[in-house]
């Protein structure tokens, strides 16, 4: 098994910047060959959303609230993800998750597609 933890969350106020990183660790082995990590996000009430997903080669998808804020990146090397957020903004206030799993098709997006996860990291944005 897979085993995600993730760090960097905390409280900030609007136009700050945080940076989330994800250690994976476990029987990473497998995963060296086409499989995706993403960051996901949930607040109260509301169902869980991706944020950002990369595969091995790279290929990155964005959520449209995202783009041009946020960065997905990850060192192969030490099997960690990072998200960069900058510009952070009230409305991006959530339990931040760490996810992988196969993809052999591609970058993928859907929650659903991700069979790892970690526990959360919260990020609180002030106006």
């Known amino acids: 098994a897979v085993q995600l933890l993730e760090s960097g969350g905390g409280s900030v106020q609007a136009g700050e910047s945080l940076r989330l990183s994800c250690a994976a660790t476990?029987?990473?082995?497998?995963?060296?060959?086409?499989?995706?990590m993403g960051w996901f996000r949930q607040s109260p009430g509301k169902e869980r959303e991706g944020v950002a997903t990369?595969?091995?080669?790279?290929?990155?998808i964005y959520a449209d609230s995202v783009k041009g804020r946020f960065t997905i990146s990850k060192d192969n090397a030490k099997n960690i993800l990072y998200l960069q957020m900058n510009n952070l903004k009230p409305d991006d206030t959530a339990i931040y998750y760490c996810?992988?799993?196969?993809?052999?098709?591609?970058?993928?997006?859907?929650?659903?597609?991700?069979?790892?996860w970690g526990q959360g990291t919260q990020v609180s944005v002030s106006a």
């Open positions: 996810a992988a799993d196969m993809c052999p098709g591609g970058v993928v997006f859907h929650p659903i597609l991700f069979g790892y």
């Open positions: 476990g029987k990473t082995s497998g995963y060296k060959q086409a499989y995706c």
């Open positions: 990369i595969d091995t080669d790279g290929k990155t």
